[in-house]
């Protein structure tokens, strides 16, 4: 997929200029007169502060754009300005946008800051403890991540729904049939639960693992869901019925601590405050664990 040279958006192949910034389309060598397949966005300054109740802070340069989920601003200043915009260039685009993020459950529409002739910076938190993790993504490179880890990105890291094609897994699993999908170039930043812990598996290698706890993985990575194995340890094991099987190659990053579980913990049933009840373990079929 084209993008423009200058703001690294997404140009259709018989553009003549850039929908975003204006820039024109072309075989000029002037700054923001070309396109090219896989032009490089701008690189962001940022860093991310603090241990478990992290905050990312975004330095923009003049010109710069970052697009978020609503409500994750956590402060800017007065040089960037914002605009809440639904997803997409044409009308159509906007309509399946819509479509798509009504069917996750999130915000119909994102929010754009964009700084100033004089830059400006602007903060971004998740609404719950936990990490918060950067990516640099490679042209075409794609992650796939649950429904709420996304907090921020640049214009050029594409946002879509990914379905999950396997009947197991979308029955199953504790994000149902519905991934994020990030295709780049640009930088992402997600974010979710308690510590992260990292995986690099190699070809063939598996991991089981809790399915409402997975933060993200390469999209080279196979996902599907397994029965624990007897019905004794299902039903009473506390795990619930199924464990997500991710198959490498791939890097695949999980979270200590899901905003399920910390609900329970809150506010403890009779059976205890992590502990699934038998009658739990049937909950994951009909259920997502967001």
Same mark, same amino acid.
């Given at each position: 997929m084209p993008f423009c040279t200058n703001c690294g958006n997404t140009v259709g192949d018989a553009a003549r200029f850039c929908p975003r910034c204006g820039s024109p389309i072309g075989a000029g060598s002037g700054a923001g007169a070309a396109v090219s397949a896989y032009a490089p966005p701008q690189p962001l300054d940022y860093t991310i502060q603090g241990d478990n109740l992290q905050v990312t802070r975004i330095r923009l340069k003049p010109g710069q754009e970052v697009y978020a989920e609503a409500g994750k601003m956590l402060y800017k200043t007065t040089s960037v300005s914002w605009e809440t915009r639904m997803s997409g260039e044409t009308i159509g685009e906007k309509l399946m946008g819509v479509l798509r993020r009504t069917v996750t459950g999130e915000?119909? %529409?994102? #929010?754009? %800051?964009?700084? !100033?002739?004089?830059? !400006?910076?602007? *903060?971004f938190a998740g609404n719950y403890p936990g990490k918060i993790q950067a990516f640099e993504l490679a042209a075409g490179q794609t992650i796939m991540a649950q429904r709420d880890a996304f907090l921020l990105a640049q214009?050029?890291?594409?946002?879509? +729904?990914?379905?999950?094609?396997?009947?197991?897994?979308?029955?199953?699993?504790?994000? =149902?049939?519905?991934?994020?999908?990030?295709? *780049?170039?640009? /930088?992402?930043?997600?974010?979710? *639960?308690? $510590?992260?812990?990292?995986?690099?598996?190699? !070809?063939?290698?598996?991991?089981?693992? $809790? #399915?409402?706890? +997975?933060?993200?993985? $390469?999209?080279?990575? $196979?996902?599907?869901?397994?029965?624990? =194995?007897? +019905?004794? #340890?299902?039903? %009473?094991? =506390?795990? =619930?019925?199924?464990?997500? /099987?991710? #198959? !490498?190659?791939?890097?695949?990053? +999980?979270?200590?601590? /899901?905003?399920?579980?910390m609900r329970r913990e809150l506010a403890p049933s009779a059976t205890g405050g992590d502990e699934k009840s038998p009658l739990g373990a049937f909950r994951g079929i009909f259920s997502s664990e967001d």
């Open positions: 915000s119909l %529409f994102l #929010t754009y %800051f964009k700084a !100033g002739p004089a830059g !400006g910076e602007v *903060g214009p050029s890291v594409q946002l879509k +729904i990914a379905f999950v094609k396997k009947l197991g897994a979308g029955f199953f699993g504790g994000e =149902g049939f519905i991934l994020e999908q990030f295709d *780049g170039p640009g /930088t992402l930043f997600v974010h979710a *639960g308690g $510590d992260f812990v990292e995986f690099e598996l190699k !070809g063939g290698e598996q991991l089981q693992i $809790d #399915t409402g706890s +997975i933060v993200c993985f $390469d999209s080279s990575v $196979d996902y599907d869901i397994q029965f624990v =194995g007897g +019905i004794k #340890t299902a039903i %009473f094991g =506390g795990e =619930g019925l199924f464990l997500a /099987t991710l #198959t !490498g190659p791939g890097r695949v990053i +999980i979270q200590s601590m /899901t905003i399920n579980k």
